[in-house]
């Protein structure tokens, strides 16, 4: 390998490193913020006084040690590096601080590398990799908080439909009938489930990412989107009910859909021979 071409992918995992460090501010701060908001709303429709609160967003206050709020030191806030160099504690009260971060920085440096050695470097990579990064960002949200935020999915969705508008044209009228039909799909599963059992075995979220993941891939792969993410909530539900602990405890769906779309974009072609292959 070349030095230059050494060095553009080496670019590209720091590239990937840094976004996955800003996935965790998302991850972590996101949830917070529209908690607060719904609070001010409810207050407000309340007609009860709004509560003063400190301002806080993705970018203030800066990162702090959610133990002692101790600042963050900006070499320490180094992707992967940082946690590292620390052993995975804070410099101040040596709490240990989660393996997410790192975990999310590592994640968005792979999935940079895999993107563009999968696509080429250019314009059509960038959209696939932000979508990837995204659905990394809303299996987290979910998994922590079994929230779907529509500030993601719906720029999502509308990012499917531009790529296919920008790259694949022709693909147009099969993602915005991806789009409809993944979300009915799921609104009738839910609907079907709550009127036999007379229980919620899903949310809203979950319609809108899977309309989101139908604008990205189309109308025929919603079928293979919902097996791969069917069979990879199976898995895990398993795995878990092993545990005492965790039986008939919710389990979010979005993260199984994510796993799926992170399939579906990267290696969908092939994906769906195997799946044609095995149906028909």
Not at 83 to 110: F, M, N
Not at 119 to 148: H, P
Not at 157 to 186: D, E, K, N, R, T
């Amino acid at each position: 390998m070349s030095p230059l071409l050494l060095s553009v992918w080496l670019f590209v995992l720091l590239l990937g490193l840094c976004l996955g460090s800003f996935l965790n501010v998302v991850i972590t701060r996101l949830p917070v913020m529209l908690m607060r908001e719904w609070r001010t709303e409810a207050r407000t429709a309340l007609e009860l006084p709004v509560e003063s609160q400190s301002r806080f967003n993705l970018a203030v206050p800066q990162s702090l040690c959610p133990v002692c709020e101790a600042p963050i030191r900006w070499h320490d806030n180094i992707p992967l590096i940082g946690w590292l160099k620390r052993r995975g504690r804070c410099a101040d009260c040596h709490t240990r601080i989660s393996v997410q971060y790192p975990l999310i920085e590592l994640a968005g440096g792979i999935l940079s590398i895999t993107v563009f050695a999968l696509f080429g470097l250019g314009w059509e990579s960038g959209f696939i990799l932000a979508a990837c990064l995204m659905l990394l960002a809303l299996a987290v949200i979910d998994f922590r908080t079994q929230l779907l935020p529509d500030i993601i999915t719906l720029p999502l969705l509308w990012a499917g439909l531009l790529y296919q508008l920008l790259f694949q044209p022709l693909m147009l009228p099969s993602a915005v009938i991806g789009a409809m039909a993944g979300y009915l799909v799921l609104w009738g599963f839910y609907w079907l489930f709550k009127l036999i059992t007379g229980k919620e075995g899903m949310g809203y979220g979950d319609f809108k990412l899977l309309a989101a993941l139908g604008a990205w891939l189309g109308w025929s792969f919603l079928p293979l989107m919902l097996v791969l993410s069917a069979g990879f909530g199976a898995m895990v539900g398993l795995a878990l009910q092993a545990n005492p602990a965790r039986r008939g405890m919710p389990m979010p769906f979005g993260p199984f859909l994510a796993m799926a779309g992170w399939a579906a974009l990267l290696v969908g072609d092939e994906l769906m021979a195997a799946y044609l292959a095995l149906v028909i």
